[in-house]
């Protein structure tokens, strides 16, 4: 170990001393190396013969070298040895500084110690927060005198810390059952929080709170999240933050939720092929990106070739086949994980025979190829959007309506993300102004009504979440809404309101109740908020009991609007 810009190396020794049970585990012990000498800290090792007794030492090397004899197992002081009420029978190093150019001296503590909470509130951290050691390493300057001191032992996060059995590899949870996290300590714990660090998106962690899905409980001695439901989203590393014993903890542990079936995308589900016009077919298999690595395959394979590619979210294995099978057949995509039973999914492949009753080839919106009564066409959407589009070809071989699933692929995240965060994943402080600002953006790309359900379910899930979680918004959150809304309320009524409701009735009074909600939730110091567009007008006025009883506000609207009621709130037109 050579630190060559380092003038100053700080270290501190910890020796756990063997004798009769001494009186008070807090009584002084002796320092023995020479240099500075620091504070101590004292532990009661439990076995009532011995206790571990740290003595700090504080040794500057000026010329910046350390020495060898510091590498290797530190002998003994010859004075321990003597048999004496108090017996040495360890020295070991806690804490290495080093004074690096930047003028702050960087002390980071060896294995077993840590920086206790109250000097790591007052120091910066060497990394930014959320590496593995909560306050292992600070950066000090001035150089101020301190040392890691001995962990206590430690709290437990069950599973793993089940006495006896071994850390398992992979901690499985089944979709759709409840995850269970078990935070165990002896003593008091404060400042605790959990939080969930996903393989896909942020790196940075997610706070988790209680919802719909997410419940935190605790009771003497322990603390417990549970997870209802799981599915892959909420797989990943989950991280207990908390305060106990004088030091910070961060605790962990890996839940990996295998993929289900509906997880899992087929275009086509289904397939009727007339080896006639077509020389061959695609099928195709998709799954979301997760960190438990799946082995895609179909079978059989055999005459066929495969390829993948993949999209941002997802992760495809396409077939294709130059023949038309001989008779009906299923061909399988296998998702294969190491440990897990395979996922298998079947495409079913009908082959049309002379005689068949069939729907022609039609070219309306995309083309469709001779398909069998009864079955349904299946075609993949454009680029960016999410769905297919579907037709029935009927009993008797006429094609039925066309019917599309296709939503743009970013709204299709805003409301998935929504959903998430009203569940239990996330901060809504932070999130639905964010989200709020992302769907303004994305109004303009709303041209169809799974893109307008889909914009609305959005805006209703976060009026939820504000709503539950007494979430307060900012003017700026307010305003976005409302140009949100005002261009919502100016979309196309034939090409999309119009169907949207028939697919949702409620669609335009959901929209109503979202951005009262939300506009409800205006801090107070942004009160009184005034705000006007052609379709929106949102005038507000925090009452107070010393109300004026002649308030009134109207609306420069046709017909007149007004209130002199409690509810001020209210967006106009449609
Ligand atoms: C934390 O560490 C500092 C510096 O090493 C020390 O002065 C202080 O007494 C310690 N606090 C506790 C609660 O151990
Ligand atoms: C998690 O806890 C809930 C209720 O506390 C219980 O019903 C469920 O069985 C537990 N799940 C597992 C996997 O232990
Ligand atoms: C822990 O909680 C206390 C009191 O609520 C607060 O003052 C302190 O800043 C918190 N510490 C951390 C690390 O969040
Ligand atoms: C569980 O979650 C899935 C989505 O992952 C959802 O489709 C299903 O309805 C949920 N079940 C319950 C009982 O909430
Ligand atoms: C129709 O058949 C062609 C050639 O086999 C294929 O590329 C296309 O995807 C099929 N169309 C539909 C809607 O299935
Ligand atoms: C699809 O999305 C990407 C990324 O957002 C964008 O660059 C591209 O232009 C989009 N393509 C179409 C056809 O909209």
């Known amino acids: 170990m050579v630190c060559s810009a380092a003038p100053v190396l700080l270290l501190a020794m910890t020796l756990p001393l063997v004798g009769p049970p001494v009186a008070r585990a807090s009584q002084p012990g002796p320092s ?9 800290l004292d532990q009661a090792s439990g076995a009532g013969e011995s206790v571990l007794l740290s003595v700090y030492v504080q040794l500057v090397f000026s010329d910046g070298s350390w020495p060898a004899a510091l590498s290797r197992p530190l002998p003994l002081p ?16 806690t804490t290495e500084c080093n004074v690096k150019p930047d003028g ?25 927060a959320h590496n593995h050691r909560p306050c292992g390493c600070l950066a000090f300057s001035p150089p101020a005198a301190g040392y890691c001191q001995v962990l206590p032992p430690d709290p437990c996060l069950l599973p793993p810390c089940s006495p006896g059995q071994p850390e398992p590899e992979t901690w499985l949870q089944m979709p759709g059952h409840t995850l269970n996290l078990t935070l ?28 719909p899905q997410v419940s935190l409980t605790s009771s003497q001695g322990q603390a417990v999240l549970s997870i209802r439901n799981v599915s892959h989203e909420w797989e990943g590393e989950y991280v207990c933050c908390f ?18 079936a509906t997880d899992v995308a087929r275009l086509p589900d289904q397939l009727s092929i007339s080896c006639a016009t077509s020389p061959g077919f695609q099928l195709s298999c998709c799954i979301p990106y997760t960190p438990l690595g799946y082995m895609a395959s179909w079978s059989p394979a055999e005459g066929s070739e495969a390829s993948s590619f993949s999209t941002p979210g997802d992760r495809c294995l396409v077939l294709a086949t130059q023949h038309c099978p001989a008779a009906d057949i299923t061909y399988t995509c296998d998702l294969q994980s190491p440990g897990l ?11 049309i025979q002379d005689g068949d009753t069939t729907c022609p080839e039609d070219s309306a919106v995309v083309a469709w190829n001779v398909t069998k009564a009864g079955r349904v066409a299946q075609a993949p959407c454009p680029v960016n959007r999410t769905g297919r589009v579907k037709r029935t070809c009927g009993p008797d071989g006429t094609w039925g309506p066309i019917h599309s699933s296709c939503t743009d692929s970013r709204l299709l995240a805003l409301l998935r993300r929504a959903q998430l965060l009203w569940a239990g994943q996330g901060w809504p402080a932070e999130e639905v102004p964010q989200s709020l600002a992302q769907l303004l953006e994305q109004t303009e ?11 609305l379910g959005t805006m209703t899930l976060l009026a939820k979440v504000v709503a539950d979680t007494g979430t307060p918004l900012y003017r700026s959150a307010l305003e976005a809404l409302l140009k949100t ?24 009074s959901d929209l109503l109740l979202a951005v009262e909600t939300l506009a409800h939730s205006l801090c107070p110091q942004d009160h009184p908020f005034s705000f006007s567009l052609p379709n929106v007008q949102l005038q507000t006025q925090l009452l107070t009991p010393t109300l004026p009883a002649d308030y009134r506000i109207s609306f420069s609207t046709q017909p007149p609007l007004g209130t002199d009621s409690q509810t001020l709130t209210g967006p106009t037109g449609y």
């Open 485 to 508: 809304t005002d261009k919502v309320l100016d979309m196309d009524t034939s090409s999309l309101w119009t169907p949207t409701q028939a697919q949702k009735p409620s669609a335009a």
């Open 78 to 93: 010859p004075a321990s040895a003597s048999p004496s009420p108090r017996t040495l029978t360890g020295l070991s190093l």
């Open 341 to 351: 039973t395979p996922l298998r999914v079947p495409v079913s492949v009908t082959v």
């Open 32 to 40: 023995q190396a020479g240099g500075e000498s620091g504070q101590q």
């Open 184 to 211: 165990l300590t002896s003593q008091e714990t404060t400042n605790l929080s959990w939080f969930l660090r996903r393989h896909t998106g942020s790196p940075r962690p997610i706070p988790l709170r209680p919802g």
């Open 243 to 260: 305060e106990a014993q004088g030091f910070r903890w961060e605790l962990y542990q890996v839940a990996r939720v295998p993929l289900q």
């Open 104 to 128: 702050f001296t960087y002390c980071a503590c060896l294995s077993g110690y840590q920086w206790n909470a109250s000097i790591c509130s007052r120091h910066q951290l060497c990394q930014p």
């Open 445 to 455: 790309v709303v041209s169809s009504p799974s893109d307008l359900l889909a914009l």
